[in-house]
């Protein structure tokens, strides 16, 4: 029996699975993405748009298709899988680079010096119970909790003085530094990153810090004396009354300013001066 | 145009209280007319009530002087008289120095007050007052600081000066570009 003719029939229903192109594709599999090189025929782009970019885009499938399939295989129980190569196009960057920290004041002061960083294990034997603790953090502070059980009282120190709680307050004190210290850091690091001097940024802090303070009383600092060189405070208008305001009014503030200027008694009746020289003389 | 502030106020008082004391209640508080203090482009002017209204319809840059001129406040805030207040400063004066007719010319000057043309002079001047200076026929010339206490210029030299310059009316003639 010759099938080869019903053979022809089924396989002239599909297209072949081979395409020509001129120019050889370029494929990126991992992004299942192919990248056609060709130049489009004007003519038929023009006269038979629709059909000509069908065709197009089937050849193109087609063609990365072909390589999906050569791509080796992973049978699972969700199915097979082709495992896909590693990626071949790079894509920009969103954001920028980060830029380099500006260095903190002891790391620009171990440059100057020339102190290197030395690497300590974060795990350290205790001899006592041999096992291994850290150095510092959580169950770091088992391997001393035995060892100070006795406190030497230094020989000019007061008798009385609790030598735990001294040292509790050294070790508390020692920390608040350097928490001061990493604040410091941050505020220089912000201020350099809007470049701005360290130094006028932390006046700055002074100076808002003082506005604030003045206008925290009650009277929202109507009646505080202002400070020599103090800057002027920005944001404050002048207030003038009306001109033409209640002219009796103001006669009343005018004699209210006199009294406080002149004394509320005006000059005293008796001139003590010729007075006392009046008394002499007799 | 504007009222004064309190401050400002404050300082013109003190300023006109070493010459006249308690008397600047006459000036705001009159009998015939309520009058006022008007701060025009850093100067005071003492304007009656009626011509301030008035006044308030004029432009602040068209407006060039209104009433009398009593001063000027400085760039750093203070006070300074000027000679066009004489009126109201020897109307109210409380010292007084009179001055003879051969020192006259001297002062209206500009110069200071020297002993050997001091006619007459209030008693118990203390010293660094405010007085009005007059002519021996009473015409008022302007106004200075006392340099001595009365008692202490008694033993003075004639060529030492008594009383310090600060105002004349010859400024009338040579200030007239700046004076109102």
Redesign the interface.
Known sequence: MDVSAVLEAHKAQFKPITVDKVIPLEYDLNLLTALDSNPLDESQLRSNTEEYLKQYTRDGCQLLFNHIFTLPVVSDESGVLATLPERVTTIPREKPLPKPKPPTRWERFAAQKGIQKQKKERMVFDERTGEYVPRWGYGGGKKNKTEDWLLEVPQNADPMEDQYAKKNEEKQERMEKNKKRQQRNLDERAAQEKGVNPRDARKQQVYDALATSKKSTASLGKFDKQLSGEPKQKGIKRK??????D??K??A???D??N????KA??PTV?V??AIKLTKRK | ???L??EE??TF??KL?KYI??N??HL??RPDE?Y???LHKDRVYYVS?SL??KA?SIGRDNLKSLGVCFGKFTKTGKFRLHITCLDYLSQYAKYKMWIKPNGEMPYLYGNHVVKAHLGRIT??T?EHQGVVIYSMSDVPLGFGVTARSTADTRKLEPTAIIAFHQADIGEYLRDEDTLF
């Open positions: 003038f009354e009306a001109t033409e305001a002219v009796a103001e006669k503030k005018h004699l300013i006199l406080k200027v002149v004394g005006g000059e001139n001066r010729k | 145009m504007r009222p502030t309190e106020t404050k008082f003190e209280a004391g308690s600047i209640k705001i508080d309520t006022c203090f008007r009530e301030m209204r308030t008693e118990d203390p």
